[in-house]
């Protein structure tokens, strides 16, 4: 492939060879052949066979990461002294500077930020930034995961997801439809 654009079937064998001699050219045939190539059937039978979920055991993960965003919300309010809406930016800026005076550590087109590497710099001096990061990472476990996977079973009871070789610059196997690479299981709501 030199950057050109192919737009019917019948020049698909123009691709293949221009694609086999880059192949040669960089040296990446061997790997190609060797590993990439005997693959496919691997991870074609991966996607087909899919991945069990247990609906019910999902449900209940829910029910109890909700019983712990509902008491990391409370801690907030009484750390806090104040009711807000946690997932607002706007309203958590104002608690953050006005309410409890902390410092700004880098400010945005619409005000003061409240993103994670900013409130990860004022944890160490309060506890209810801590809770705050604490709240935002459970409940993206929650949405993300625990109920936005149940999106995704069919009526096989499992989720088929597509597995990519070469999605990535670092040559590692990718997963979407849906992306079950980044639930982060440093933490236990993760690991469940």
């Known amino acids: 492939y030199n950057g050109e654009v192919f737009s019917s079937l019948e020049e698909l064998p123009a691709l293949a060879d221009n694609m086999e001699k880059k192949m040669d050219e960089i040296g990446v045939r ?55 809406n946690i997932n607002s930016t706007k309203q958590l800026g104002s608690v953050r500077f006005e309410t409890l005076g902390l410092p700004p550590v880098k400010k945005t087109k619409t005000g003061y930020s409240t993103a994670v590497d900013v409130l990860e710099r004022l944890a160490p001096i309060a506890p209810i930034v801590e809770k705050i990061l604490d709240y935002r990472q459970i409940a993206k476990i929650q949405s993300t995961y625990v109920m936005g996977l149940q999106d995704w079973i069919l009526a096989d009871g499992k989720i088929h997801t597509r597995y990519l070789q070469d999605l990535t610059q670092t040559g590692r196997l990718s997963s979407v439809d849906p992306n079950l690479q980044n639930i982060p299981i440093r933490l236990e709501q993760g690991r469940l």
């Not at 691997?42 to 055991?57: F, T």
């Open 30 to 84: 061997k790997l190609y052949e060797d590993m990439e190539l005997p693959l496919i059937p691997i991870l074609a039978e991966m996607q087909l066979s899919g991945i069990r979920l247990d609906r019910e055991e999902l449900n209940r993960l829910n029910e109890k990461i909700s019983r712990q965003i509902g008491e990391i919300e409370q801690r907030i309010y009484l750390l806090c002294g104040m009711e807000f």
